[in-house]
Antibody, heavy 124, light 107 residues
Framework: EVQLVESGGGLVQPGGSLRLSCAAS????????MNWVRQAPGKGLEWISF????????YYADSVKGRFTISRDNAKNSLFLEMNSLRAEDTAVYYC?????????????????WGLGTMVTVSS | DIQMTQSPSSLSASVGDRVTITCRAS??????LNWYQQRPGIAPKLLIY???NLQSGVPSRFSGSGSGTDFTLTISSLQPDDFATYYC?????????FGGGTKVDIK
């Protein structure tokens, strides 16, 4: 079964750090570009980061640039998001998602497989 | 950044109705426009990619059209499973951006 499972969410104080993981199974993870998308409670979707299947192309939303780092371990079929200097406005469900198109670039990406999400709450 | 504006933000419709949702980009995005459906508490689902291509497994009552800056998602005959929120998304440039969503509920 094709599956993405996020983990690592939780409650953290402002200024703190968390590391999210996304475990992939049922497909060739190493061939797919990957993304993180978040959704604040009651709000819409916000894309936050893209990492190509080669690891050579990375993009971030301005809202997280310099604070968040995306990475992957193709040998372990895993995607990661290191989040530092967390703020209240980072509170959201965080989803990992595969890119349907194949290519070491962002243009044309679409998110065809999504995880269930992991909740991150930033509060004192 | 490319801004994506969806309209309407919500609509009420009945089973069997034809529903049209529009999405406008603040600059041209060629055909790099995708549509997603999200039911409450569940991850989004890709419906249509590259303006008009139906994702595998998505019913044929869903269709997409447009180019440049103006795009449309049409549901030809609304079914009970279709009551959800719909998002457009551009992937022409970074940052990838989503529209604000259109909530379709039961009239």
């Amino acid at each position: 079964e094709v599956q993405l499972v996020e983990s690592g969410g939780g409650l953290v104080q402002p200024g703190g750090s968390l590391r999210l993981s996304c475990a992939a199974s049922g497909f060739t993870f190493s061939s797919h570009n990957m993304n993180w998308v978040r959704q604040a409670p009651g709000k819409g979707l916000e894309w936050i980061s893209f990492l190509s299947f080669t690891g050579n192309t990375i993009y971030y939303a301005d809202s997280v640039k310099g604070r968040f780092t995306i990475s992957r371990d193709n040998a372990k079929n895993s995607l990661f998001l290191e989040m530092n200097s967390l703020r209240a406005e980072d509170t959201a469900v965080y989803y990992c998602a595969t890119d349907r198109h194949h290519g070491d670039y962002l243009r044309g990406c679409s998110f065809n497989i999504w995880g269930l999400g992991t909740m991150v709450t930033v509060s004192s | 950044d490319i801004q994506m504006t969806q309209s309407p933000s919500s609509l009420s419709a009945s089973v069997g109705d034809r529903v049209t949702i529009t999405c406008r980009a603040s600059e041209t995005i060629n055909y790099f426009l995708n549509w997603y459906q999200q039911r409450p508490g569940i991850a989004p689902k890709l419906l249509i990619y590259a303006t008009s291509n139906l994702q595998s497994g998505v019913p044929s009552r869903f269709s997409g059209s447009g180019s440049g800056t103006d795009f449309t998602l049409t549901i030809s005959s609304l079914q009970p499973d279709d009551f959800a929120t719909y998002y457009c998304q551009q992937s022409y440039n970074s940052p990838v951006t989503f529209g604000g969503g259109t909530k379709v509920d039961i009239k």
